[in-house]
């Protein structure tokens, strides 16, 4: 039986056999918010999207994806249950200065696409999602030197 508390590859714990799983159901460790595939985590301590996307793989995970609206709500709910306000957060969506404008990529292979940017001007090379008032939920390319809190993922199936 693994701990519950843990953070392991994927988050497994023994649960009853009837649940669908055979005998396992996903898990989040404590601090953690399922949801859908994946356990989110908001960290509140600014960083460099460098340094942010290195605390996440530490526990095993990576910035977070957010590729609709469902997903920046459910990071949005993460937050104001963590008690933060943050009006930008860093996820894990970036380009290199090769890459042509528009061309963009999620470090979670998982995930394709983009949703709702807030402006059409991308000249930078790191990726934000911000809630201000007037641009609630919507992604934005900030300098990747900037230092914001984030918001981790880690895939349970």
């Not at 005998?23 to 960290?43: H, K, Q």
Request: proline share 5%.
């Amino acid at each position: 039986m693994c701990s519950c508390n843990s953070i392991l590859p994927y988050l497994l714990c023994l649960s009853s056999p009837d649940n669908g799983f055979g005998g396992w159901r996903p898990s989040c460790p404590d601090g953690w918010t399922m949801f859908s595939t994946r356990c989110l985590l908001y960290v509140p301590n600014n960083k460099t999207w460098a340094q942010a996307e290195q605390h996440c793989k530490s526990m095993t995970g990576n910035l977070a994806s957010v590729i609709n609206t469902e997903y920046s709500d459910q990071i949005k709910k993460v937050m104001q249950s963590a008690g933060q306000q943050s009006k930008q957060i860093w996820v894990g969506g970036y380009n290199t200065p090769e890459d042509q404008e528009g061309s963009w990529s999620w470090i979670d292979p998982w995930f394709h696409g983009f949703y709702h940017w807030c402006t059409e001007e991308h000249k930078n090379h790191c990726l934000q999602l911000t809630f201000e008032e007037n641009a609630s939920g919507c992604l934005d390319d900030m300098q990747c030197d900037a230092e914001l809190p984030s918001v981790c993922s880690i895939v349970i199936m």
